[in-house]
């Protein structure tokens, strides 16, 4: 596959994007243009860090004038798989921008599929939840606190710290904000 060069503006807009990366990331041009390439991307190092975000280092060092090695990156496609790419950014000619050169990592994909970071990987057994759990889910996602929705539920405190309990094992979360997390990650809220 070819190198797929995309170029953005000093506000990390999306200014070019060619057949290359229509095809490397599953994006159609007309639906990446303006973006911001770390939204569209989702950019995460091998670690599952977000690499790029409001305060990015390598903007910074590109400001600076600093020359910056080539990177592995892992990228969501637009079909939500992560795919590992290696990346070479240059400033763009003429603009106050960059070219950012994405080419896929063979090894990466010789070594088999990249598992997804831990945040987007799917739970290892399917979401049973009742009606009364999503309930729950649901106040506990506007903030209510046990006594809250005891009242608004009409039932004991007791029970409802036996429902969170149970949405948490579900869910594989360790407390009340992590299951609402988990909870949206997967679409259930």
Not at 19 to 44: K, M, N, T, Y
Not at 113 to 137: G, I, S, Y
């Amino acid at each position: 596959m070819a190198t797929a060069d995309v170029i953005v503006d000093a506000r990390d807009r999306i200014v070019s994007w060619g057949p290359a990366a229509e095809a490397l990331f599953g994006h159609a041009g007309s639906a990446a243009v303006g973006q911001r390439l770390q939204d569209l991307l989702d950019g995460r190092d091998l670690f599952g860090n977000r690499v790029c975000h409001d305060a990015c280092w390598l903007r910074d060092a590109l400001a600076a004038g600093e020359a910056v090695q080539r990177y592995e990156l892992d990228v969501r496609h637009a079909g939500g798989r992560r795919l590992r790419v290696i990346v070479d950014v240059q400033p763009s000619a003429g603009s106050r921008g960059w070219t950012y050169r994405f080419l896929p990592d063979r090894r990466a994909e010789r070594r088999g599929a990249l598992a997804p970071p831990a945040e987007t990987r799917p739970p290892e057994k399917p979401f049973a939840l009742t009606p009364r759990e999503l309930a729950v889910l649901r106040l506990l996602a506007r903030g209510a606190g046990t006594a809250e929705m005891a009242r608004e539920m009409g039932i004991s405190a007791t029970t409802v710290r036996n429902h969170i309990q149970h949405l948490l094992d579900k869910l594989d979360a360790h407390n009340r904000l992590q299951a609402v997390s988990v909870a949206r990650h997967h679409g259930l809220l």
